[in-house]
């Protein structure tokens, strides 16, 4: 069992920053950690995934080079670091955890096994 909770949403402009909290618990070490966001009338698209061993950070193409994905074992925390943040951000962003059996599908979000309840991200123009 994993337990997450998301935080660090808010409103912000267009070009802003903002970075996500994700607060994990239980079985973390053996499952990578993942962010989706779902947009009014739109399904959940993944957004970047790490492992909680290590890794290479993985990210979809409409972040790249705005959004880091990083992680505190310390604190089992990851963080999602969102920089240049444009209107198609606006979204609910889901932290999710996969099982590490389906490493290498980071992108899948059948692969992710539990959830967070969500945090709100709204960028405004």
């Known amino acids: 069992q994993v337990q997450l909770v998301e935080s660090g949403g808010e409103l912000v402009q267009v070009g802003g920053s903002l970075r996500l909290s994700c607060a994990a618990s239980?079985?973390?070490?053996?499952?990578?950690l993942g962010w989706f966001r779902q947009a009014p009338g739109k399904e959940r698209e993944f957004v970047s995934a790490i492992s909680w061993s290590g890794g290479t950070p993985y990210y979809a193409d409409s972040v790249k080079g705005r959004f880091t994905i990083s992680r505190d074992n310390a604190k089992n925390t990851v963080y999602l670091q969102m920089n240049s943040l444009e209107p198609e951000d606006t979204a609910v962003y889901y932290c999710?955890?996969?099982?590490?059996?389906?490493?290498?599908?980071?992108?899948?979000?059948?692969?992710?096994?539990?959830w967070g309840q969500g945090t709100q991200v709204t960028v405004s123009s």
């Open positions: 999710a955890a996969q099982p590490q059996s389906y490493r290498g599908y980071y992108a899948n979000i059948r692969t992710y096994y539990y």
């Open positions: 239980g079985r973390i070490s053996e499952h990578a």
